[in-house]
Nanobody
Framework: QIQLVESGGDSVEAGGSLRLSCALSEYTWRPYFISWFRQAPGKEREGVGGIARDGKTLYTDSVKGRFTISQSDAKDNVYLQIDTLKPEDTAMYYC???????????????WGQGTQVTVSS
């Protein structure tokens, strides 16, 4: 079954940028919707955005404009580019795979282990 491995998290100053990566297996032949989620301590896990195999994206309104999701030509990596980082972006970031286009965490059966993003003010 599909496996997902995140990388790219770091501790950075506000205003900086990061690109997170999600390495996938089986995605080149299965039409999974791949999404990024984040969860800060004591807060609910929220969907940031996702991308379908055809390249169509879906974003949460609160991050649209600063967050950009893309995929490799082979569709075996999904990227989350975060620009103009803010302290409130601090969270564990996860990528996940689902069979439908959604940002509801409970509908995603496959998850990576997460990568930590910490933004200092």
């Amino acid at each position: 079954q599909i496996q997902l491995v995140e990388s790219g998290g770091d501790s950075v100053e506000a205003g900086g940028s990061l690109r997170l990566s999600c390495a996938l297996s089986e995605y080149t032949w299965r039409p999974y919707f791949i999404s990024w989620f984040r969860q800060a301590p004591g807060k609910e896990r929220e969907g940031v955005g996702g991308i379908a195999r055809d390249g169509k994206t879906l974003y949460t309104d609160s991050v649209k404009g600063r967050f950009t999701i893309s995929q490799s030509d082979a569709k075996d990596n999904v990227y989350l580019q975060i620009d103009t980082l803010k302290p409130e972006d601090t969270a564990m970031y996860y990528c996940a795979a689902a069979g439908i286009k959604t940002l509801s965490a409970r509908q995603f059966p496959y998850w990576g282990q997460g990568t930590q993003v910490t933004v200092s003010s």
